[in-house]
Every structure is written in C-alpha cells, then in structure tokens.
C-alpha cells in the first residue's frame, strides 16, 4: 500500500520562503493528481495547489507566490511557497488520487509569525 511522506515545514517570518515535499512511497505507478491541501484551526480544508498531468491549478489567495512542480517521472511533489503570510499559517496536507480512492498524507505545520 503506497505511504504519503510530507516535509519541508516549520516556522518563518512574514516575507519568507519554504519549500514543501511530498513523496508518494512504494509504487512504481505515476499518479497523474496529486495536490496540496491546508487547514487551519476552524476553517475547512481548502486545495492550495494541484497537478493534474501537465495542468496546474492554483488557490487564488497564493497565485504569484507558490510553486507546484513534481520531479520528472517520479511521485514527488514540490511547493515553493514565497512571500509568506500570516494567513498561510496552517497544516497542509498532501493528497494523492489513486483511482476512485483519494490518500492522504498526515500533514505538516507551516507556521508564518509576523
């Protein structure tokens, strides 16, 4: 069964910069949609950026400022996320779509202080 490992988080001041990762484990298979999702306390899950073959889609509260790519024909996906806010303080999850299921990764803080 394939395993979802999210890092690259922790804490940063306004302004900056943090690059997150997502690797989908023990498949061999590429999995064409993969995206990264954030919650933060009391709000609802929201899709922050996705790939889905060579389409990218952007929340718009960060278009401008992330980045989503995928390492060529590997499960590994990156989040450049630039000029960062407080209001992107949050966990972020990363989500794969295998068939019909979606699997979730566990999620990593992203903490931005001002």
């Known amino acids: 069964q394939v395993r979802i490992v999210e890092s690259g988080g922790g804490l940063v001041q306004a302004g900056g910069s943090l690059t997150l990762s997502c690797e989908v484990e023990?498949?061999?298979?590429?999995?064409?949609?993969i995206a990264w999702y954030r919650q933060a306390p009391g709000t609802e899950r929201e899709l922050v950026a996705g790939?889905?073959?060579?389409?990218?889609k952007y929340a718009e509260s960060v278009k401008g400022r992330f980045t989503i790519s995928r390492d060529s024909g590997k499960n590994i996906l990156r989040l450049q996320m630039n000029s960062l806010k407080s209001e992107d303080t949050a966990v972020y999850l990363c989500?794969?779509?295998?068939?019909?299921?979606?699997?979730w990764g566990q999620g990593i803080q992203v903490t931005v202080s001002t």
């Open positions: 790939i889905h073959g060579s389409a990218r």
């Open positions: 989500k794969v779509a295998i068939g019909p299921n979606d699997v």
């Open positions: 023990r498949s061999k298979y590429i999995f064409p949609t």
